[in-house]
């Protein structure tokens, strides 16, 4: 769909910070608090805004450091439904964070979440190779994040600029 | 007999006001806390593709000196980043200096041609460093002040009323500091007809050109029949994030241009060598990167100056740069007692406008270069020093 100029001011105000309050983003966009509301609520039924989430260092809570696994499957496409099918059978596992089907050596790369490794190990062996159409999975963990969704996690960005200047 | 430091300075110089921001600076450094709205460059810290090419330069062993005139391949681009943004034509061999800064740049143009006793008109609220440059160059400032209610756009018959036999050159800033004021195509084509009536020079210091969020922009240099008239000044430092690396040009006729770079030869060599290999990069590849500063510039410019004129503090949307400048004189108080008085109840830096001329009385400057959430707490810190006044 195509957006107007002021809507995407507002998509990209929101996915840089979605906790703005609106009068501080009907601002920015030069828009009244009304119109951006409306803009808002259109993005969100349209599903050009699909969620608002947080980005969260696991690392930094005790019991929650969890594991992080990024997956190469490789599958068969069936006829008529090509990888869609195998591809929903993956996702719908709440463990599974996301799926994307990819070009090159591998078909499908799955992200997975767990609370160690043995636990996403017993995923892969018992639910994601099982599956009927997938030929062989790499698994690589994750062992440390720098930067996500575009967020450097470990920021040391204080201001350096003097206090005053001309 | 005793020995007495001051006897052996320069009267020109013991004679130069000190800069007003300096004893707010002093203040403001003394505080914790503080919200410095009073910081005249980017809050963004330069692109890395950039500083990465600067690395490689030094890792490579680029450190000697270049030609006086700076890197002949930074010449070419800038060159053709004047040509492809602002529509004007110069030739990199003989018509473009890179210099220290844009105010290095600024300094060689008025060296370059005041003779003892010429003036130069400046246009204030302005820099505070025209008037000081052009005393130290051996001429006479002469002031024009823009008004408030002209959203401080110079008006043209207000050059005509300090003309004299000895004006030789103006000076133009647009966008401007402090008032964020940008002059279109109409207002300087207007401006240029009595530069040609007159027979003046122009200085046209372009350096926040970059920096424009409404309507494209016009450099003077691009008025018909002034390129020959104009010496161009710029600079890194403002659309490109580069203040510290001390990174200008200047584009002028090559007559200009040369006997600038005679006294560039001698007091300065040349700019820095690792500084002019970033800058190559930041002209190549750095488009991106501009673009979405200007954006996140234009959208907390939105953001502040709304919320000044909602807190009664009037301001008109300024065009350019990254400063507001709204009036305070409904507040009674100048603009020093509003300065002073709202960094130490509320720690919020801001610069007085009578520090950028006669007519910044009554106004301050405000910086909109800082994060959005320093913007929102520093209005919110502002209204409150406002319902007690």
Partial sequence: MKLTEKELEVVEILAKNARLPLETIAKMASLSIEETEQIVHKLE????????????????????????AMIDVKVTPKRGVGFDEVAERIYKFPEVKSVYLMSGAYDLSVVIEGRSMSEVAHFVSEKLSTLDSVISTTTHFILKKYKHDGTVFEQGD?????VMSP | MTYRTKEYLSETVVNLKPSGIRRFFDLAASMEGVISLGVGEPDFVTS?????????SLEQGYTSYTANAGLLELREEIASYLLRNFHVGYDPKTEILVTVGASQALDLALRAII????????????????????????GIPVSIQTSGADEFKLQPQQIEQVITSKTKALILCSPNNPTGTVLNKKE?????????KYDLLVISDEIYAELTYDEAYT?????????????????????????????????????????MLK??????????????????EALKNGANDVEEMKKSYRRRRNYFVQSLNEMGLSCHLPGGAFYAFPSIKATGLTSEQFAEQLLL?????VVPGMVFGESGEGYIRCSYASSLEQLQEAVKRMKRFLTRL
């Fill in chain 2, 345 to 349: 109840e509320e720690k919020v830096a």
């Fill in chain 2, 48 to 56: 890395w593709s950039v500083r990465e090419a600067c690395i490689l």
């Fill in chain 1, 45 to 68: 039924e349209e599903k050009v805004i699909v969620q608002y989430a947080a980005i969260v260092d696991w690392r930094k809570i005790d019991g929650h450091e969890g594991v992080t």
């Fill in chain 2, 219 to 259: 450099s003077f240099a691009a008025i018909e029949e002034m390129r020959e008239r104009t010496i161009l000044v710029s600079g890194f430092s403002k659309g490109f994030a580069m203040t510290g690396w001390r990174l200008g040009f200047a584009a002028a006729p090559s007559e200009f241009l040369q006997a």
């Fill in chain 2, 188 to 196: 300087l084509e207007a401006i240029s007809e009595i530069v040609k």
């Fill in chain 2, 263 to 280: 006294i560039h030869q001698y007091t300065m060599m040349c700019a820095p060598t690792m500084a002019q290999y970033g800058a190559i």
């Fill in chain 2, 115 to 138: 003779n003892p006793g010429d003036e130069v008109i400046v246009v204030e609220p302005s820099f505070v460093s025209y008037i000081p440059l052009v005393v130290l160059a051996g």
């Fill in chain 1, 158 to 162: 204080q201001d350096k600029r003097i």
